[in-house]
């Protein structure tokens, strides 16, 4: 009996162990999946191309990518990376985890069973509440970049580019304004807007939040789209593209 106990004690604390592992570091990370070590090795080829290539301020542009995000990289791009609406396309494109709440087991092989986001990585998503104040604090950065555009040279100046910036501002603002965790802090977080001060005000705040929220996903991708398009735009702007031109000029 005693040797019986020592073996299962030991079996007890392999599995524990086994378990640590697992939820220290989850083993979709460690399997043979193409989707996701392409998506990585595009993330760490283009961080090396933002940091080795930079664009530097001419005509009055600054590029997305360094006003000032590219001094704080880290923080706005693991924002917009736990961000819900990109946490649902790739745990369900990268990792194929089900693609309803119903399915239990996950495409490419019923070995292959989903854990969820219970590992301690796929925990940090969490902290994207906190990573939505770096994401809010450099949009006036952006709207700045638009006031220099057009005042860098004395007088005033309107030209396309202006607009490029103008639209990035604009779409990063209407995605990070459509946050779900800016959502709670309106009012996702209050049982009775009766109990509280202003709160027939806040529930009218929360209820048009709550519609913006509904086009989150859809602002999530635009907002990305546009962001690469300023850069793409700007650097073609200063390899010598007569990509310009003047709607008008006062000075």
Not at 158 to 186: D, M, Q, Y
């Amino acid at each position: 009996m005693r040797e019986k106990k020592l073996g299962t004690a030991g079996g007890y604390k392999r599995v524990q162990k086994s378990a640590l592992r697992r939820y220290l570091v989850p083993y979709e990370l460690f399997e043979p999946n193409w989707r996701l070590w392409t998506f990585i090795a595009i993330l760490v080829v283009g961080a090396w191309a933002v940091v080795t290539f930079p664009v530097n301020e001419f005509s009055g542009y600054i590029d997305p990518f360094y006003s000032p995000t590219i001094l704080i990289l880290p923080l706005p791009g693991a924002f917009r990376l736990t961000c819900y609406a990109y946490r649902k396309d790739y745990h369900r494109h990268l990792f194929h985890h089900p693609l309803g709440c119903q399915a239990r087991s996950r495409e490419e092989s019923e070995k292959r069973k989903y854990t969820g986001e219970r590992n301690a990585i796929f925990q940090l998503e969490n902290l994207h509440r906190y990573f939505l104040y770096a994401g809010l604090a450099i949009l006036p950065f952006f709207f700045y970049d638009v006031y220099h555009s057009m005042t860098f040279s004395g007088g005033f100046v309107l030209r396309l580019g202006t607009l490029v910036l103008l639209a990035n501002a604009l779409t990063l603002t209407a995605w990070a304004l459509s946050c779900h965790a800016l959502r709670h802090l309106i009012g996702g977080n209050i049982d009775c807007y009766s109990c509280v001060a202003a709160g027939r005000v806040r529930k009218s705040l929360f209820n048009f939040q709550s519609w913006w929220n509904s086009h989150h996903e859809s602002l999530a991708w635009i907002s990305l789209l546009t962001f690469f398009f300023t850069d793409l735009y700007l650097r073609g702007l200063s390899a010598g593209l007569n990509l310009d031109f003047t709607f008008l000029s006062i000075h």
